[in-house]
């Protein structure tokens, strides 16, 4: 019988827990500002999901990576 091999994808990448999808999926909707970040935006930065951009005003916030974007497309949410 031959062996059927399946592509995972990149080397090096990982599922997104259901609260980092969510978290994706809020940053859809508006970038999150640096002190309301939880854990699972820290997770989507390290993931190159996510990124911090400078709000103004010396102010920064996190907001969707191109990265991201793609993410949200093939899961349907954009």
Avoid: W, Y
Avoid at 23 to 51: C, H, I, K, Y
């Amino acid at each position: 019988m031959k062996a059927i091999q399946r592509n995972s994808g990149a080397a090096g990448m990982r599922c997104l827990s259901a609260h980092e999808i969510a978290t994706l999926m809020v940053l859809l909707q508006a970038p999150v500002d640096a002190m309301a970040a939880t854990p699972d935006v820290a997770a989507l930065r390290e993931a190159g999901l996510a990124q911090v951009v400078d709000a103004g005003q010396g102010k920064v916030s996190f907001a969707i990576t191109d990265e991201g974007n793609a993410v949200l497309r093939v899961l349907g949410a954009r």
